[in-house]
């Protein structure tokens, strides 16, 4: 069983910077592939970023070159550095940890979620 929780989320200016963090129990942390989804209201959940065991990442073709998503296994904890947002980039941030590495933009392939976090970006 793996739990995550999500921080860093909040209110910021167009143009400005977020870092979230995923942080995870369990013992296999290492093994997972995790994923950053967002949803913002009265949309569908949508693939952000993901990052494998391998370090191999996604990143939706909306936010690359302005996010960044890493992780400290030790820490067991992933970071998603979000620079430049945008107000389209509002929404609740949600992380996820999957046992499989691929299909990284598909929900079902995540077995365990965060509770999200909410990010806001004012224009």
């Known amino acids: 069983q793996v739990q995550l929780v999500e921080s860093g989320g909040g209110l910021v200016q167009a143009g400005g910077s977020l870092r979230l963090s995923c942080t995870a129990s369990?013992?296999?942390?290492?093994?997972?592939?995790v994923g950053w989804f967002r949803q913002p209201p009265g949309k569908e959940r949508e693939a952000v970023a993901a990052?494998?065991?391998?370090?191999?990442?996604y990143y939706s073709d909306s936010v690359k070159g302005r996010f960044t998503l890493s992780r400290d296994n030790a820490k067991k904890t992933a970071y998603l550095q979000m620079n430049n947002l945008k107000p389209e980039d509002a929404a609740v941030y949600y992380c996820?940890?999957?046992?499989?590495?691929?299909?990284?933009?598909?929900?079902?392939?995540?077995?365990?979620w965060g509770q999200g976090t909410q990010v806001t970006v004012s224009s």
């Open positions: 996820a940890a999957s046992p499989y590495s691929y299909d990284y933009t598909n929900t079902r392939a995540y077995d365990w």
């Open positions: 369990g013992r296999t942390f290492n093994t997972y592939t």
């Open positions: 990052i494998d065991w391998k370090l191999t990442t």
